[in-house]
């Protein structure tokens, strides 16, 4: 009964493949979103989809494209892999303002 | 310069310690404040959170909000062992975008 769930738990893969990382929330809420945290553990918005529209596309390369199927999903999409996408992607969702809750990330390595 | 600033740490303390966790930033449209605690290898988990300004408690856990000073704090009692983490402030504006901006988090240990 996660709340916010992902998968894979771990990727790693060479450089120039495609991958995609799924999340799946069961509380609800209307909006989700993708963060990558770095290897400073800091923490930045990619996207956020409210009710499958997106409503947030921070200056993300193209080669990210996150799909929203229902409200309950929001999939992230990598194209071509570079050594700089290595970092933890973590899928959130909310119901209102200050209130996200995070799912266990999936921690990407580029070799 | 960031609109978040956090000091990263590490912060050691004795277990028992009150631990006071520091958040500054520069953007006064941000109306929305909180905490968030990540143990290593997991996600961020929601601690506190708080509208504007004023201090609002939870257990041993104490967030206060000075607006006037662009200054947030957690204050944590009787600090225990599983307390050590990376504690994340991040805030958030009123203009319906659902956009958290994080601090870079500060590392406490609490030493048993």
């Known amino acids: 009964d996660t709340a916010v769930s992902q998968t894979p738990k771990y990727l790693v893969t060479q450089m120039g493949n495609d991958k995609s990382i799924k999340c799946e929330q069961n509380?609800?809420?209307?909006?989700m979103y993708w963060y990558k945290q770095d290897s400073k553990k800091f923490l930045k918005i990619m996207f956020s989809?409210?009710?499958?529209?997106?409503?947030i596309n921070e200056t993300v390369p193209n080669r990210f494209s996150p799909k929203s199927p229902d409200k309950a999903h929001l999939n992230l999409h990598i194209n071509s892999l570079e050594l700089g996408d290595s970092a933890v992607y973590f899928c959130?969702?909310?119901?209102?303002?200050?209130?996200?809750?995070f799912g266990p990330g999936t921690r990407l390595l580029v070799l | 310069q960031k609109e978040v600033e956090q000091d990263p740490g590490p912060l050691s303390v004795p277990e028992g310690a009150i631990v006071s966790l520091n958040c500054t930033y520069s953007?006064?449209?941000?109306?929305?404040f909180m905490w968030y605690r990540q143990y290593s290898r997991k996600g961020p988990e929601l601690l506190m959170y708080?509208?504007?300004?004023g201090n609002k408690e939870d257990g041993r856990f104490t967030a206060q909000v000075d607006k006037s000073s662009k200054y947030i704090s957690l204050f944590i009692r009787d600090s225990q062992p599983s307390d050590s983490a990376t504690y994340l402030c991040?805030?958030?504006?009123?203009?319906?975008?659902?956009?958290?901006?994080f601090g870079s988090g500060t590392r406490l240990l609490v030493r048993p």
């Open positions: 953007n006064s449209a941000f109306q929305y």
């Open positions: 708080t509208y504007s300004s």
């Open positions: 989809y409210n009710n499958k529209e997106l409503i």
């Open positions: 959130a969702s909310s119901s209102g303002q200050g209130t996200q809750y």
């Open positions: 509380l609800g809420h209307d909006t």
């Open positions: 991040a805030m958030e504006k009123t203009d319906s975008s659902y956009k958290l901006i």
